[in-house]
């Protein structure tokens, strides 16, 4: 899974991964936040707040979590025979996951700098409160990241970044119990 604070850039890579490892599945997060001017309507599955604890009520998140007054879940992960789950989540999320999935690989991807991840954050319109909530949880979020993460992938450059991720998932893959079925 790949974790780590807003504008990290998570699901560029993640989208990145996607298009080169035909083994990958992504999980598709709900949130209850507003969809972002310009970002693709499948960047998220958009509900109200009504909608989304319907569905914790009903058991159908793998885990989930308000961040900034906003709901942010991942479904119970239904992926296609023989492909792996990507799971794209907050800190929070990716704890309850690994508390349920020891065996979780979760990279944890940090901003070069808290002055790249504040530019990442207003290029996609983040409005400038919320920039700095981003920022000041962010740096919170990677510590306690680093207490559960297998591995830290800074993206500093976007190819190499996913490069590097690709590669972790590649040996993760090798050294699964599973790797051998």
């Known amino acids: 899974m790949l974790v ?6 998570k699901g560029t890579v993640a989208t990145r991964l996607i298009e080169r490892d035909p083994m990958l599945w992504l999980s598709r997060s709900w949130t209850t936040r507003p969809q972002r001017p ?4 499948n960047a998220y599955v958009f509900v109200d707040r009504d909608t989304f604890l319907a569905n914790v009520e009903a058991g159908g998140f793998f885990e989930w979590a308000e961040f900034l007054g906003n709901l942010y ?3 119970v992960p239904q992926p296609p025979e023989g492909r792996d789950v990507l799971l794209e989540i907050e800190v929070d999320g990716a704890r309850q996951v ?3 999935r020891s065996d979780a690989c979760v990279i944890l991807l940090t901003p070069p700098s808290v002055e790249v991840q ?3 954050l207003r290029g996609r319109g983040d409005r400038e409160e919320h920039v700095e909530l981003r920022i000041s949880e962010g740096l919170s979020e990677v510590d ?5 993460a297998t591995v830290v992938v800074i993206n500093d450059d976007l190819d190499t970044a996913v490069d590097d991720v ?4 590649n040996r993760y893959r090798s050294a699964s119990p599973d790797a051998a079925d």
């Open 4 to 9: 780590g604070p807003g504008g990290v850039g």
């Open 38 to 41: 310009g970002e693709a309507d």
């Open 73 to 75: 879940g991942t479904p």
């Open 98 to 100: 690994v508390a349920r």
């Open 118 to 120: 504040r530019q990442r």
């Open 144 to 148: 306690a990241a680093r207490s559960f």
């Open 166 to 169: 690709a590669s972790i998932l």
